[in-house]
């Protein structure tokens, strides 16, 4: 079994919580479990009747291994019937660095069902999979056999700012952390804000968060608490007063739904500058023109070596070497359009970056060789994207590290 880069992070990060140095990616493909017959994504094909149709379940679970593969997400979050197709049966992830996790509830809020009200309802707690199912794929492990499946899950929890529907969320909570400290099943901790407006003043929605988490969390020993926390971000301020309280409580965010390419690499960006460790993207990362590449920037921009600026404009380059034609253009794709980039987290928006009216901008040329020259096809794009290739630097001197950095980053600036 390979080291998982997850594990590395995470001791890095409690070893130097202020250090900063460490950011966790995680791709989140379990959306069959909320989106229903659309968790895949629209289907890239035209179909004669003019009808949006999506992709199938096998291209979904193929989208998840060329990922996997690429080895850039420290973690892949799937639901409990993909962790079994991809864990149990493929073993996907036995020499890889990438660690599986499965949704281990799910909420009625998250019950995304064509022509159905449930999301605009209270929400209330559910779980479809158990830790067995997840963990050995049948209703009870085995004792003494191995576990082929995930022993980390997603636990997701809605405040509603209503004792009674509160309380009894947090008791399904209790029962599941319970459950999952006798099974050696370790999880990370999902907030959601509450899903029925006006349940708290927009003013007022970071601060009852941050208190709904530590309330819930104080009477949590080490055992039972989760790895670490995946919320809303709801600015610089909320962030800072939340990692501030305990260094040790690892902060992550959730990338959203729709937006630009710019709100998503901003939000990593600004997120990991006020304390955040972690970001989970879903959706941003399935409705992305080519997910390999848009992850590629993630990664760079996670890991401090690209600005967000210049993430949007290289990713477009990608796009346009790889003959894909992009969802919005250029100066489309730089537009800010979330009101959460600014300090106190309000619906204030933010000026956009290298926008000059009257203007349009072009991007820069973009050459990131291929590690086979070969152009390969999959269902993450029209063409394949296929990261360079990394020298062993155990072997170069610092002088010729040096002068592969500056020219990997000149090919992907366009200088």
Known sequence: MANKTLDERLARIHANPHSGNDYILADAKDADMALSIGAPGRSPERWPDGEMKHKTLTEFRDQVTEIVHQGLVDIMLMSASTAEVLCMEKRLFESSKVTPAARANDTTDIHIVRGSRYPGQPSLPFRTATLDHIMCGQAECVPGTPHLGPDLGLYSI???????RDRTALEAY???????EIKGFRHFLEVFDPNVAGMVEPAELGGFINDCIVRALGGVTTRGRPVFLKIVYHGARAMEELVRYDPHLVVGILGGSAGTTYDAFKLLAES??????????????????NQLAFIRFLRL??????????????????????KIKPNRTLREDLELTTGIMNYGGGPAKVSVPGSVPGKVLSPKP???????PVAKTGPLGSNRFVPETTPDFTKMTVAEK???????WD???GR
Do not use: C, M
């Open 366 to 372: 973009v050459t990131i060789p291929p590690a086979n």
């Open 174 to 180: 209790k029962q599941f952390r319970i459950e999952a």
């Open 402 to 408: 040096v002068t592969w950095q500056k020219t990997r």
């Open 301 to 322: 921009l996670a890991d401090g070596e690209i600005t967000p600026e210049e993430a949007v404009k290289a990713y477009h380059s990608v796009l346009e070497k790889l």
């Open 158 to 164: 809605t405040f509603a700012n209503d004792s009674e």
């Open 272 to 289: 990991k500058k006020y304390g955040a460790r972690v970001a989970l993207f879903g959706r941003k990362i399935n409705n992305a023109e």
């Open 411 to 413: 090919r992907i600036l």
